[in-house]
Structures are given as C-alpha cells and as structure tokens.
C-alpha cells in the first residue's frame, strides 16, 4: 500500500496538522518491520498521545493503514490481531 495515499486521505486532512505529522513519522519508522519490531514502536508511540483527542472511526482505520502498510499479509493479520487486544 502506498502510505503517501494514506496520507492524502481525508481522515489525515482532518487531524490537526501536528497529529497528521507524527502519524506520517509513525508509518515512516514501521516501513519493513515485522509485527513484533512494529509493537514496541506503536506502543510508545501510542504513550505520546495526548490524551482526551478521540479519532473518528475513518481516521482510527487510516492510522492502521498506514502503520500495516509495508508488512506482508500475514504480519497485517497478526498485527490487527494484537491492537485489537490493546
């Protein structure tokens, strides 16, 4: 998937400027890494998040998107089964 599509979309257009960045940083820094490289990553990053902003549905889906976008089918699998346990 190509993340610059992701970033395009218009869940991304509708985060704060500086949300859509970090989210951009975020898929830069899980671009070929494999589920257990990826969830020490997600998990801090998820710990930076100030609290209190909710995500609509769209933008919670584009945000998985763009941090399955470089993992092959089977990592996207095991990875969507692990956030859902978060």
Known sequence: MDISKILSSDAFKALDPAQ???????AQKLEGKSTA????V?????ATLPKGTPLTKEQQRAMMEAA???????????????????
């Open 20 to 26: 859509a960045q970090a989210y951009a940083a975020l």
């Open 37 to 40: 490289e990826a969830l020490p």
């Open 42 to 46: 997600v998990m801090a990053f998820a």
């Open 68 to 86: 399955m976008a470089s993992m092959s089918a089977d990592e996207q699998k095991k990875f969507g089964m692990l956030m859902k346990m978060l």
